[in-house]
């Protein structure tokens, strides 16, 4: 029996499933199907997809940037079905000739040569580290009959869209703050966003400061750190070596903090009452594609996305602005589809 998901009931209203197998097998004369979603969304619409592919004896071809470990879809098929004709690519000396459904990185999509019946790309269930432009330019050079990309953005412009703005009934997704300043953000903080801190501890938040990176994120730590006040107990430094100290005290339901980091993929988004802030919004290392995957991290296991997201900067960006209306975006298009109500 199939275990019930989040996206089941989006999908029953909207009937996703069968407009991607309508899409599959030949109705539209499009080649490749763009599904739009927020970040971090359910991949379980792709299950029965998929079966129907290799029930056929068709080749599919799974590319996602999860941990091997964490792969969603997988985790579908192995709990929810006893199909188990699958191979994951690890290198280019890795076999597959036996296995019907094939998944594997971006990166290691490259050395495939085989024509697949179908191709999804998951951008969506991890963090994203390719443009829009790279992964159309992995999708042009492997072979397919079909493709479906799965982003916040449509990969191909010319193919059919399906849109899917929320990954909860009545959960909008957090539309960022712009907070900008003329002061050097590594030395000193505005005030407006120094309140922000304050009301985050006392309402027993998380935070999450991200950082550009190393030399700037100590910088703040030490600024923060070296702050008179109440906030000044609850800076930490995240660093890789302790990582698991860090998941604890996110996961935990009684524990606040702010941590100061450079790494943006290695903290779990899975977190109950979040907040992030982006020091140097406007630093080109953000574009407008992590912007909204790090709006995604905000409220996703929440029963109501009450987090913040605050973008801090000394000018504001095209890639800031077109971040903010690209959640914008998604939290109008589910209110239009009746999926928002509050």
Not at 178 to 199: F, G, H, Q
Not at 218 to 227: A, E, I, Q
Not at 311 to 330: C, P, Q, V, Y
Request: neutral net charge.
């Amino acid at each position: 029996m199939v275990m019930i998901s989040p996206i089941e009931k989006l999908e029953s209203k909207w009937h996703i499933t069968s407009r991607i197998l309508n899409f599959i097998n030949g109705i539209s004369k499009e080649r490749s199907l763009n599904i739009i979603s927020v970040p971090y969304s359910n991949t379980f619409m792709f299950l029965d997809v998929i079966l129907s592919m290799t029930s056929q004896q068709k080749k599919v071809l799974y590319i996602t940037n999860e941990n091997e470990k964490d792969i969603q879809i997988l985790k579908y098929i192995k709990r929810n079905t006893d199909f188990r004709s699958y191979s994951y690519i690890r290198d280019k000396n890795s076999h597959f000739e036996n296995s019907y459904l094939i998944i594997c990185s971006h990166e290691n999509a490259y050395g495939l040569d085989e024509k697949f019946n179908l191709i999804i790309y998951d951008d969506l269930s991890s963090f994203s580290n390719y443009s829009k432009k790279q992964i159309e330019d992995l999708l042009n050079h492997v072979k397919y009959d079909r493709l479906i990309s799965y982003s916040i953005e449509p990969i191909f412009n010319n193919g059919n869209i399906l849109e899917i703005p929320t990954k909860k009934i009545n959960m909008p997704m957090t539309e960022p703050r712009i907070i900008t300043t003329r002061i050097d953000i590594s030395k000193e903080i505005p005030y407006v966003a120094y309140e922000y801190l304050n009301w985050f501890m006392k309402s027993n938040r998380k935070v999450i400061i991200y950082v550009p990176d190393s030399y700037r994120a100590d910088k703040v730590y030490d600024y923060l750190y070296g702050l008179k006040g109440s906030i000044r107990k609850y800076i930490w430094r995240y660093t890789l070596e302790e990582d698991k100290k860090f998941q604890s005290l996110l996961k935990s339901r009684e524990q606040t903090g702010i941590i100061v980091t450079e790494y943006i993929e290695d903290l779990n988004w899975n977190i109950t009452g979040l907040d992030i802030m982006v020091y140097f919004a406007d630093d080109k290392s953000y574009d407008y594609k992590k912007l909204v995957y790090i709006c995604g991290k905000v409220g996703m296991n929440d029963s109501f996305s009450n987090g913040e997201v605050i973008f801090l900067a000394n000018s504001n960006t095209e890639d800031m602005e077109k971040a903010k209306a690209i959640t914008r975006n998604f939290n109008k298009m589910a209110w239009e589809k009746g999926l928002l109500n509050i």
